[in-house]
């Protein structure tokens, strides 16, 4: 698998244990110095963002992550792109278009993780 098969890889199953509400395996996902910024400007550590997931703060129906580009310098992956999300926010019905920068970091197995993303609402 190549390093760019390997980052997809590692987004798409991101995304899908958000929407599962998989909270161990998104903790196995991101590095644990991970800082998530929603696209209202919350700034998150793993763990607060990891119990808003556990609590159904935020429940994800769907995701959709188009990318639209991967650059990858030694062992960091930045990768820009679109998140379409569905779901429930605190119980209501929600919609998110969001542009996005996923920052990923790639540990001593080989495994992509996120260290750092952005969410911004698109315009």
Not at 9 to 18: L, P
Not at 72 to 77: G, S, V
Request: charged share 25%; net charge negative; aromatic share 8%.
């Amino acid at each position: 698998m190549t390093p760019t098969q390997a980052i997809l890889s590692a987004e798409a199953d991101r995304y899908r244990a958000m929407i599962a509400g998989d909270v161990e395996a998104l903790r196995a996902a991101c590095d644990p110095k991970l800082r998530y910024v929603s696209s209202v400007g919350i700034a998150d550590t793993l763990d607060s963002w990891l119990a808003k997931i556990e609590t159904e703060m935020f429940r994800y129906e769907r995701i959709e992550h188009p990318v639209d580009s991967i650059q990858i310098y030694d062992n960091i992956a930045i990768v820009h792109g679109r998140m379409l999300a569905y779901g429930e926010l605190r119980g209501e019905q929600m919609a998110l278009s969001t542009i996005t920068v996923s920052v990923l970091k790639c540990d001593d197995e080989g495994d992509w993780r996120l260290l750092a993303f952005q969410a911004t609402a698109a315009a």
